[in-house]
């Protein structure tokens, strides 16, 4: 643990041999596959951040808008003196626009991307002396325990919409665990894109711009790089889609030729317009997400929606 000012830095050692015989494991797959969260290592959080910035990406500055325009309500159903653990912070953008209003005693981000979390931690340590921050990179996907102690009420954040790549499912077995760390008396804020217009869908994922594409093909060049594989970028293609029967965005990465590549000493073969499956993005409806709370244990909840109904803001909770 590196302590700084006020910011201290856990990792929980990921181990590169279980990602590795992820994604083995994945491209054996009639359908390939390779799990979202490769595509973060700090390239691809700052191309996610560039992301954030197109014109056709509507949900982060839609949260954002029904973060600071609710922040004091937001305050007031939190309460006073908590542990604030957010899942998959990234830059930890969203968490300034209520850290005023919040004041939580901790703050605890959680992230993946091991370089850009320690960046991101140690630029909001300067800017909010007052606030004590411990981060920790980790695998939010399995089994973990926060690396430090704390007898504060426990309040997660989950912004981004992040809980659109997990399977529904899985998306309501996560919930349930959050449920269980937060306990009765604390509570999870939540974004979550909505179903919508499948032409503003289909062009969030595809702007103009480029920065999704490079975004999706980053994958391959983190793998590249961490895992040993030769994928040559050049011959692959992003493609993204809104599949209505499943109410998700469904990402790819299309293979332009016939082409063999080595993964970790083992070759795969792709035939041209072979597709790799890298992304799910799972849009719900308010009566969705509503129901996934009460599965996953949490009593009351309070929905904000923006006047078009792109995106809701939630604060489940027991009590
Ligand atoms: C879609 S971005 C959202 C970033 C930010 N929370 C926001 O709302 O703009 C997803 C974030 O979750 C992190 N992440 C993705 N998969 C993860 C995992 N399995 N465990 C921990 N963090 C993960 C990424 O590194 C990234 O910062």
Known sequence: MNALSTVHFYDQDIELDDFSNEILAGLSKPQKTLPPKFFYDERGSQLFTEITRQPEYYPTRTETKLLSDHAGEISELIGEDFLLIEYGSGS????????????PSLYAPLDISRDYLAWAAEALGREY????????????????ELPFESEKRHVSFFPGSSIGNFERGEAAAFLGRIRSLVG????LLIGVDMKKDVGVLNDAYNDKRGITADFNLNILEHINREYGADFNLSQFTHEAGYDVEQGCIQMFLVSTCCQSVSVAGRDFEFAEGEKIHTENSHKYNVDEVLEMAVGAGF????TWLDEDELFGVFYLYSQ
Not at 184 to 187: E, R, V
């Open 92 to 103: 930890s953008e969203k968490i300034r626009i209520l850290l005023d209003s919040l004041r």
């Open 129 to 144: 002396p007052w606030l004590e921050v411990h981060a920790t990179c980790v695998d939010f996907t399995v089994e973990f």
């Open 299 to 302: 009593l009351k909840a309070k």
């Open 184 to 187: 009765a008396d604390g509570g």
